[in-house]
């Protein structure tokens, strides 16, 4: 049971990116919701957006909100994070976490986001 994110990478302010990740070993049909958080050096990891797994409805952090989106591909098992007018404060490792139905908590192990000139 694991969770692989991707899409991290380096991007100037005012840009875009796409995280992914993807589930193996469950399936999204099993959660109870699935989530991303971020932490950046010397701070607490934050909880940026989640997805309830049965009615889909979404929620995000003041601080993204407008600006990101969270979404998941049921038939593939790979939940997104939109990212658009991303800002030097976004500079964080983004993590997804998933909480099954049994109660079991998997986190991936996280992806870089550089936003900077």
């Known amino acids: 049971v694991r969770l692989v994110e991707s899409g991290g990478g380096l991007v100037q302010p005012g840009g875009s990116l796409r995280l992914s990740c993807a589930a193996s070993?469950?399936?999204?049909?099993?959660?109870?919701?699935m989530s991303w958080y971020r932490q950046a050096p010397g701070k607490e990891r934050e909880l940026v957006a989640s997805i309830s797994g049965r009615s889909g409805s979404t929620n995000y952090a003041d601080s993204v909100k407008g600006r990101f989106t969270i979404s998941g591909d049921n038939a593939k098992d790979i939940l997104y994070l939109q990212m658009n007018s991303l800002k030097f404060a976004d500079t964080a490792v983004y993590l997804c976490?998933?909480?099954?139905?049994?109660?079991?908590?998997?986190w991936g192990q996280g992806t870089q986001v550089t936003v900077s000139s």
């Open positions: 976490k998933g909480v099954t139905l049994s109660g079991g908590i998997v």
């Open positions: 070993g469950f399936t999204f049909r099993s959660v109870v919701d």
